[in-house]
């Protein structure tokens, strides 16, 4: 008797195949266009393959780590997928990283090669093996026409292996605000489970016009965004950043209407002088997360916009990474909130113990979902840290309404102990973000022999005009966050700087700022 199990091709459900069953739905519809590029999904398809092929002519074996190192480009997306298409495992790296940092991230991944721009291949330590993504002869868009066609005999010979469900395809590390970055171990079927969440919670559809402009290697913008509109049909633009005059020239001509940004892009969008005088009447879906949204800049947002549909989507890499969805019709009088879980998750908040809280209880959310990664790379101890008692747990404040809507209050680490009563840093930050000259701030918590740790704010001032009433100082601020807020939450201080330091999806370092500041660290 036969048994389905042993055909496991027939049933497989990896990443690349989210793309090979678009080829053959819509083949000739434009899948992506880059810098003057364009490919037809049937186009893009077979040069996944292609790719794949030349990997593998690499002598690189499934289950081999591949680094990528590179801007984005439609080149970048190919080696993505021909690594899934391989059985290799996609390691996505920040390109602004250099020095030790890279050097970490290609250690502990044990990366056997890296993809990389021409332009970064200098940056990679000595020793390092790299094939360039484009713009060289032995670049990995130029060899393409050098692999067979996918039929016949030479193709047979560079026969791809067929991925499992379970197979990794890729390491996601975390962002690093709080300790070394981890390496979030995905697999096909978390990944494929967590584009439908985001099909289905975020309304993407087939006659969108998505614009992408953040990092492909950051999970929000590939996996959120990139893949599962490939895997609807839709027409996907890449920008190489996210530049304000392109994006709103981009609506004004109809070739964007779906934009995603963190806040921090949202920000300055709402402070270029274009914002208040293009027409942007074209762009019909905004998303925002990656980090918390000031609802002051929330709020002019929507009243520019009225007619935007704006969805708010939370989560972490490890969760592939989205978890929770506010919807366009849900932000009515629960503007902090980050909405619900998405189709494959579910998420409770717990106390210290590992209980759950009633609703409207602080606590820390945690998870159980397909979407979720396997473990850490190579870091068993901080593996089962995360996973205890069948959950995941997150390291988000948060709290559920009865609706079972979550408002995030901090990170764990970030919430500031001042006087010995806790104080979270997101709600000082919106009552100094309604002030008009503050273009961006940070409120952390400071060591003080009398408060334990005293509430600070590390500010940002707008420089576009807004100051023509003055400068704005520190004691204008204390002020206008004490009619805002209870005497223990009014900051102790305020500093100014010129920037915010970030990470890659755009989440301040409050670490950082820590250092920085801490004049004990300094004394030291």
């Not at 080696?79 to 940092?101: I, Q, S, W, Y």
């Not at 970030?414 to 701030?441: C, F, K």
Request: glycine share 8%; net charge negative.
């Amino acid at each position: 008797m036969t048994d389905a199990r042993d055909a496991p091709g027939a049933r497989s459900n990896t990443v690349d195949g989210v793309l090979r069953r678009s080829a053959r739905r819509v083949p000739e519809r434009t899948a992506v266009r880059y810098a003057g590029r364009s490919w037809s999904y049937r186009a893009l398809d077979d040069a996944v393959t292609a790719a794949a092929r030349v990997l593998r002519s690499e002598g690189l074996r499934p289950g081999d780590r591949v680094a990528s190192y590179g801007h984005n480009s439609d080149a970048y997306l190919i080696g993505f997928l021909a690594c899934a298409r391989a059985g290799l495992v996609h390691v996505p790296v920040n390109h602004g990283l250099t020095g030790e940092e890279l050097a970490y991230l290609l250690d502990q991944s044990g990366s056997a090669l890296v993809l990389t721009d021409v332009a970064l291949a200098s940056r990679l330590p000595a020793g390092t093996r790299a094939v360039p993504l484009h713009g060289a002869p032995d670049g990995l868009l130029e060899r393409l026409a050098e692999q067979p066609a996918e039929d016949g005999a030479a193709a047979d010979a560079g026969a791809l292996p067929e991925a499992s469900e379970d197979t990794l395809v890729q390491l996601l590390y975390t962002s690093g605000t709080t300790a070394l970055p981890k390496g979030a171990m995905m697999t096909h079927r978390a990944l494929v489970h967590e584009y439908t969440s985001a099909i289905v919670a975020l309304d993407l559809k087939e006659s969108d016009r998505p614009v992408h402009s953040l990092p492909l290697y950051h999970s929000a913008q590939m996996h959120v965004f990139l893949l599962p509109y490939l895997a609807v049909g839709a027409e996907n633009t890449l920008l190489d950043g996210p530049d304000p005059e392109r994006i709103f020239a981009m609506v004004e001509a109809g070739v964007a209407d779906s934009l995603f940004a963190p806040p921090t892009v949202w920000i300055a969008l709402t402070q270029h002088a274009g914002f208040d005088t293009r027409d942007l009447g074209g762009l019909r879906k905004a998303y925002y997360g990656a980090s918390i949204m000031p609802v002051p800049v929330l709020e002019r947002l929507r009243a520019r916009l009225p007619h935007l549909a704006f969805y708010n989507c939370f989560g972490q890499s490890e969760i592939g990474p989205l978890a929770t969805v506010l919807g366009p019709d849900e932000h009515e009088g629960r503007m902090e909130s980050c909405g619900r879980p998405v189709l494959f998750v579910e998420a409770r908040v717990v106390d210290e113990d590992g209980r759950e809280v009633p609703d409207g209880t602080r606590g820390e959310v945690v998870y159980r979902s397909p979407q979720l990664c396997t473990g850490y790379w190579d870091k068993p101890s901080e593996t089962a840290e995360a996973f205890r008692d069948g959950w995941f747990h997150s390291g988000d404040l948060a709290v559920r309404d009865a609706e079972g809507y979550f408002t995030v209050v901090d990170r764990v680490k970030d919430v500031i102990n001042s006087g010995g009563v806790l104080v979270a840093s997101r709600q000082v930050e919106d009552a100094l973000y309604a002030h008009p000259q503050v273009a961006e701030v940070a409120v952390i918590g400071l060591p003080d022999d009398r408060w334990i740790e005293a509430v600070t704010a590390v500010v940002v001032r707008r420089t576009d005009g807004a100051e023509e009433n003055g400068v704005v100082g520190e004691a204008e601020l204390i002020a206008a966050a004490r009619a805002r807020l209870a005497p223990f939450k009014v900051p102790k201080r305020v500093v100014f700087v010129d920037a915010l330091p970030r990470n890659a999806s755009g989440k301040v370092l409050k670490r950082a700022l820590r250092e920085r500041f801490d004049t004990r660290r300094a004394a030291r």
